[in-house]
């Protein structure tokens, strides 16, 4: 039996090259961050807006340039109006901060009596602790709100490249195809040209559901809210909306960050334990009815890969990496399901009905003789 060129080496000699080249990716990845990660962001948003700008070209003839500009200054200028909508909410907040302190002081004594009544420990040894522990932090308050205004400049610069990268992504969008192209053979064309539409098809579908779901997650949140009387509504909806966005983590990092806001604010445990409720029952109708009804695509990724990409997306690029391991991991399933010596990889990324259905499909190619030993 010939054997091909793969087979001359070991297994552990391939696995071992197959390690350096992926920590050898990942490196790399991690040092070009800066550019990396708005230029991916830039290549989903223009994927989103794709059918708007063709729309602009082919129904208003209006040409692709100005068509590519006017798509881009839509979608930038909606993502404007939440930004200023949270950075407004967030200015308000921080004149909230002394009280905060108050409320966080005064816990802090009857969480003191409570551990000497139970404990034993003394109020002189627990007070040293508090102060230890807690004194740097509540004076770096100030600087903490500081900080967040004096990062709207990066925000500001993150944006603008964004901006650009995604205009250009527009305009060259039959260049890049030509390339992705000429790249493979001429007989894989027809793969790369099903792979390009798959991408942008499951890109699009999951990046509108996700807005969508966002939207009435943080709208219901907020109406909730309101109805409750808890300060800074809209502030706390938007929070659990785009936190919510992060698989997992993102609800749990709401539930934190809008239980202490409500505690700094209104002092009383019981909205606390509303604002919590809220949060958790929200979470548990998002989860079961409306991410598999507006979410739901046709690149299934399993609960497992989910939460390891999540990880290693905050890991390699932070909270965007965070942002962006879903859309990459599905974009790479997608090519995993294409390459025949890669599908093993597209199945481990895929959920157990995946597995089932090839396992039954390759059954019954045994049965009917379509595979030979």
Known sequence: MHLNSSDKYPFF??????????????YLVILGKEILSPLLF?????????????FLETSLRVPRNAASFAAVVLWFGALSLVIYIVCTQVEDLSEDWPLFKEQLLKSTGSIQMWIERKFG???????KYVQDTTSGFLASGTLLFGATIAS?????????????????????????????LQVFKEENSI???????????????????????????????????????????????????????????????ALVISTLITFATAGALFKVLLVAIV????????????????????????????????????????ISGMFLSIPVIAVLKIIFDRIEG????????????????????????????????
């Open 152 to 180: 709207v400049s990066s925000i500001l610069l993150f944006l603008v490249f964004n901006f650009i990268y995604t205009f250009f992504f527009l305009l060259y969008r039959r260049l890049i195809l030509k390339f992705l």
């Open 13 to 26: 000699a391939k696995s071992a090259l197959v390690l350096i080249g992926v920590i050898s990716l990942t």
């Open 121 to 127: 420990i003394g109020a002189a040894k627990q007070m």
């Open 279 to 318: 949060i958790i029952v929200m979470h548990l109708i998002d989860s079961n009815i409306l991410l598999p009804l507006v979410v739901g695509s046709k690149v299934k990724i399993n609960a497992f890969i989910t939460v390891l990409g999540v990880v290693l997306g905050e890991m390699i690029w932070g």
């Open 191 to 253: 793969v790369v040209k099903e792979v390009v539409v798959e991408i942008q098809l499951i890109i699009r579908k999951y990046v509108v559901g996700l807005m969508l779901q966002m939207g009435i997650v943080a709208a219901v949140v907020c109406a909730a809210f309101f109805l409750l009387n808890i300060k800074y509504a809209i502030l706390l909806g938007l929070i659990t909306g785009l936190f919510n966005i992060i698989p997992y983590v993102g609800i749990f990092t």
């Open 342 to 373: 890669l599908k093993p990889w597209g199945l481990l990324l895929g959920e157990d009905e995946e597995v089932k259905k090839e396992i039954d499909r390759k059954e019954e190619l045994l049965k009917s003789g379509t595979i030979l030993n």
């Open 42 to 54: 830039s290549f989903i948003f223009a994927i989103l807006l794709l059918p708007i700008a063709k």
